[in-house]
T-cell receptor, first 113, second 113 residues
């Protein structure tokens, strides 16, 4: 059973739209949640979230964590074609092997011009 | 510049052959990981190593083997026992198993012909 569930799995929007990507998780001893962007090769780090209710922001991207409801969202405003990628959510379980991340299946975002 | 180098970028294998994927890091990270990524799937953990001469199976270790003779190197061998080896393979490393500073290589795409 998946420990990290992302939705939607696929999303197609037009430039300028705002999108919200979801990530819910179920781990025994939560330590942190991470968001990555993967275009064709290595995932690149976006955010690490450890505390509930504190928004992390970087340009048009922002993310927030709700540890009570066990989910996180990643928002992208004013989308651009360069935002087209797979967005991966991962959770670091304190009870697991140190450094072992559990990944969701990813959301494939396509932004049309 | 510090980072993780995976080679080759593309690899073709005939059925029944073993192949070895290289992963080298100069980040002085203790922990290293191998993940497999299939279309529509998240990253699934194959093997991980926290220190030299020690490694542990991940979720999908069958048909794979690894070694950790040096801190910098964590090669993955895909054996003929792996029934469906065609996939994208990612190597990663982290500082003492921390999720912060988790770094990915650029991946190797393996195709069985």
């Amino acid at each position: 059973e998946d420990k990290v569930v992302q939705s939607p799995l696929s999303l197609v929007v037009h430039e300028g739209d705002t999108v919200t990507l979801n990530c819910s998780y179920e781990v025994t001893n939560f330590r942190s949640l991470l968001w990555y962007k993967q275009e064709k090769k290595a995932p690149t780090f976006l955010f690490m979230l450890t505390s509930s209710g504190i928004e992390k922001k970087s340009g048009r991207l922002s993310s927030i964590l709700d540890k009570k409801e066990l989910f996180s969202i990643l928002n992208i405003t004013a989308t651009q074609t360069g935002d087209s990628a797979i967005y991966l959510c991962a959770v670091h379980d304190r009870g697991s092997t140190l450094g072992r991340l559990y990944f969701g299946r990813g959301t494939q975002l396509t932004v049309w011009p | 510049d510090g980072g993780i180098t995976q080679s080759p970028k593309y690899l073709f294998r005939k059925e029944g052959q073993n192949v070895t994927l290289s992963c080298e890091q100069n980040l002085n990270h203790d922990a290293m990981y191998w993940y497999r990524q299939d279309p529509g799937q998240g990253l699934r953990l194959i093997y991980y190593s926290q220190i030299v001469n020690d490694f542990q199976k991940g979720d999908i270790a069958e048909g794979y083997s690894v070694s950790r003779e040096k801190k910098e190197s964590f090669p993955l061998t895909v054996t003929s026992a792996q029934k469906n080896p065609t996939a994208f393979y990612l190597c990663a490393s982290s500082i003492g198993g921390s999720a912060y500073g988790y770094t990915f290589g650029s991946g190797t795409r393996l195709t069985v012909v």
